[in-house]
T-cell receptor, first 116, second 111 residues
């Protein structure tokens, strides 16, 4: 149980274009989803917290107009990187929480974004 | 924000050896979680701890929630090559659902 998927697993895009990453909880309803960014050999950096049907809460220093988050249902959240630049290249990972075990986050497999 | 001090940063061990790693904080946490991350993958939850003093096992893994609520350790017994990866501790405090992560322990197991 508690399976989270992400799509795509990797994507290459040109500078200036936008990329959408999907995060789905497959066998449970996720009241809260989180988006993280991870640089090589570093820990996870929380970008934003999203609750179904409401606006995402962004961490300090994360541009909300650049990283658009939509949490339209209890099983789907999307992250759109707008006007991507090479410095946006990174490993993006989502996680989801159930209401039952509120502090346990279950992670997706991650999306490797490369901006050329 | 609150930092978790995770140590060691890396470990090189022989197959069959036991491993211990820990996380400490200067403030109290309500929940401790241990994750393992393989290269190019998302972290996988290994053990969740909810009470001070709690000792929980998951196969060859054992983790404890420190009695002061400021630390936790993870032990792996009889290590095998597939134990290779990065282990992260994470803690929760306060009224929101955010987790604070340690910087990770890179484990290498030599067959």
């Amino acid at each position: 149980g508690a399976v989270v998927s992400q799509h795509p697993s990797w994507v290459i895009c040109k500078s200036g274009t936008s990329v959408k990453i999907e995060c789905r909880s497959l066998d449970f309803q996720a009241t809260t989803m989180f988006w993280y960014r991870q640089f090589p050999k570093q820990s996870l950096m929380l970008m934003a917290t999203s609750n179904e049907g409401s606006k995402a809460t962004y961490e300090q220093g994360v541009e909300k107009d650049k990283f658009l988050i939509n949490h339209a249902s209890l099983t789907l959240s999307t992250l759109t990187v707008t006007s991507a630049h090479p410095e946006d290249s990174s490993f993006y990972i989502c996680s989801a929480q159930t209401s039952g075990r509120a502090y346990e986050q279950y992670f997706g497999p991650g999306t490797r974004l490369t901006v050329t | 924000g609150q930092q978790l001090n995770q140590s060691p940063q890396s470990m090189f061990i022989q197959e069959g050896e036991d491993v211990s790693m820990n996380c400490t904080s200067s403030s109290i946490f309500n929940t401790w979680l241990w994750y393992k991350q393989d290269p190019g993958e998302g972290p996988v939850l290994l053990i969740a701890l909810y009470k001070a003093g709690e000792l929980t096992s998951n196969g060859r893994l054992t983790a404890q929630f420190g009695i002061t609520r400021k630390d936790s350790f993870l032990n792996i017994s009889a290590s095998i090559p597939s134990d290779v990866g990065i282990y992260f501790c994470a803690g929760h405090q306060g009224s929101n659902y955010k987790l604070t992560f340690g910087k990770g322990t890179l484990l290498t197991v030599n067959p």
